[in-house]
Each structure stands twice: as C-alpha cells, then as structure tokens.
DNA sequence: CTTTACATGTAACTCGTTACATGATTAA
DNA sequence: TTAATCATGTAACGAGTTACATGTAAAG
C-alpha cells in the first residue's frame, strides 16, 4: 500500500525542520534569507539548515495554512518574502511539543575511522583529531559569548529563555567534553607513534 | 548540467555507511544478518544503520568490486550471502582514511523543544529529559561493560585496538556529560515549576 | 499453535545536500 | 570591474526510514 494512504488520516512523521522554522517564526516574522541567518545564530547549533531546504519547507507550511506569507518590496533592495505564523501554526506547535520525541543517534564518521587506526595512518588520525579540536574550540567561545551575553542569571529567565539557557549549556558542556577527549585522544596517540 | 555527468571522472561523496560496512567486514567476513547485529554490538554506536539499508549498500559495494560475495547453505537454517572484502576494497579504505572528514552537526529536536518552553509544557518536558536521561544511563552502562571486558588497559592494545578504545570512551564521556546536564536541566525546571 | 530467531529483500517515500540560475545594489 | 551582500529559487541526487513481502526452523 502506499504511504499516502497509510497516512491518509491525518497522521503525522518526521519534518523536524519545520518545527524549527517555526520556533524561530514564533520569536519574530521573517523572510527566508532572515530565517537561514537566524538558524547559523542559534536554532542551527541544534538543527543546521541551508536556505535551499528553509526555501522549500517555507512553502509547504504556507501551503498547509501554518504560516501566513507577505510581499514587501524594498527600496534599493530585492523584495522579500515575510513569513508569519498563523494560529492554525501556532496550535500545531503547541501540540508537537508534548509528542515524545525520539533519541537522535550519534552519526560521525571519525569514531568509523578511529575504527581504522594503524600505524600507517596514526598521524593522520592525530591531524584530525587537531582540526576537530580547533572547530570545538571556536565554536565553544562562539557559544560562551552567547551566554555571556544574554543568559548571564538564568534563574532570573522568564521560561522560554531558560529553556533556549538549557539547550545552549548543552553544547557548551557538550563542547568542553569534546576538548578534553581530544586531549586525552591525542596523548593516547602520541604514545603509540613509532611503537606498534 | 547532471551530477552523472560532474561526477563522471570517478570523484566520490559521502558514503558513510559503506566505509563503516567495510569496517566491520575487514574485522570478519560476514553476511548482512550477520552485519546488521555486529552494527547494534558496536559500531552502531558511531554509525546507526537498519538491515534494509544494510543489504542495499552491500550490494552497491558487491558491484564496484569492493566485496566478494558467497552463498552459504546452512542444514536447518536459511542460506546465508556471506561477504569479504577484496583487495580493491582494502586499498579504498586505507585511502579513505587519509580523506578529511566534514564535522557532523548534531540534530535533536529536544533541544528545539527547549526553545519553546513555557510554563504550560514545562512539565511535559521534564518528563521528556527525565525519559532521556535513562535511555543514556542504559546505553552509558552497556558502553562501560564493554570497556571494562576489552579495553582495561589502553596502552598495552595493539593500535587497532586503541582506536576503539578511544571511539568508546567519547561515548562514555558523552553520556556522562549528558546526564551532569539532564541533572542541572532537571533542577532548573523543577525551580521554575509554578512561577512564570 | 504461536512466537522468536534466522535470513534476505523491494517499494515508496521523506529528508538533506550540492550544483546551479537569477538579478539587484554597494563597496573596494 | 570585481567581489560581496541581499534575496529567492529549481534540478538532481544521495542518504535514510518505514512499511511490507517471504520463508524456514526451533522453542514454548
């Protein structure tokens, strides 16, 4: 059977993304260019987007009535395309978020490579580890300055801030265990150069 | 003009999934059964993957000449398609190594969820890290069972071994992390229950 | 007689990426 | 005149998921 008939009542799967470009639409009405620039500030630290895919799933949340689109032309500048939530959005946000969602899996292809480890590549192995080393670094301070700078008392947070104050002390602490892996990675394997 | 034809001089691009296969192969000839449950022992861990894809990648890697297939007729059992890499298919792994590899974003829609915290769903979101936290203790408890079986001593493992010492011990430290934060999460919330 | 384990697959789809197209304005 | 920023999109593909199909044999 097909799956547009197996779903035909109305039940519902995946569209993470969605979800998130609402959130971000429920903060403040934008276009999509906006959008793409908010998600590289914030949301994308949890849910990376290219403005290709926000494009596209702009228009089916339109075509679904969840979002509400307006033409502004600008002076000296190309007309942009606003987006704002409908109520109809509104509600389905308010709902998916008691929907329980799943546990995202781990995916990245240097743990498959570690897998790989050998003397011939040891010091390539070693060079990766640097380079992710230096990305979590920048990031890190990117993410602390963030909280610095808007989450410094996050008792005194009204409740939506706290939770976006939870989810960025998660990629803090994520990012300050990541360095200390590397650390101990790259001791481990600087012990094992030269040696089998 | 077509991906076909831009891809045509033998470039290459993501396929994760076959070069995590290939691991595992180059540990042990197995069939896809046989793949898919060694993926939940291990390297599932790193490189999430069902049985379906599994048997579709190993095909595509029995075409390129990557892997060398087998039938196996078993008394009492189904016959079984038994696969082992080939030389081609050792030199592309040992070449892919070398490759740099593009850093993996995380996506978990918790943490969007976060983002629309508010005083009517908060309780549902305790109860959604409180869920999380104890699906990462059980995954934390079977990670260390298996470095305390194999991996008790890093330094004196052979460099293979020491590369999964390492893969494994990024798990543990991650779900260490997490729990640290389901814990301060937890706490935060459980402040903000009735107040705005 | 039913469930679990073994064993291999196809169909249909959604999600996400990469390449490419288009065109205006502003700053070096 | 060249590059960068603003702004919106299409085409084609790869990656991954879910549902479903098919069958044997052992264990309860």
Known sequence: MLKALRLASGEEFDMALQHAIMTALLEDNMSGFELARAFDASLGFFWRATHQQIYQELKKLADKGLLRSQII?????????????????????????????KVQEAKDDLFV??????????????????????QAMKRLYLYEQIRRAHYRDPETLPTRRKG??????????????????????LELLSRSEGSP
Chains 1, 2 share one sequence.
Not at 114 to 122: D, H, P, V
């Open 73 to 101: 032309p600008q002076a000296g500048k190309p007309k942009k395309i606003v987006y704002s939530i409908t109520l109809a959005g509104r509600t389905t946000m308010a709902r998916w978020v008691f929907e329980t969602s």
């Open 113 to 134: 490579k570690l897998y790989n480890l050998s003397s011939e590549n040891l010091s390539h192995m070693v060079a990766e580890v640097e380079l992710r080393r230096g």
């Open 164 to 185: 976006i104050y939870l989810a960025l002390g998660w990629g803090i602490q994520q990012g300050e265990q990541f360095l200390q892996w590397c650390d101990e990675a």
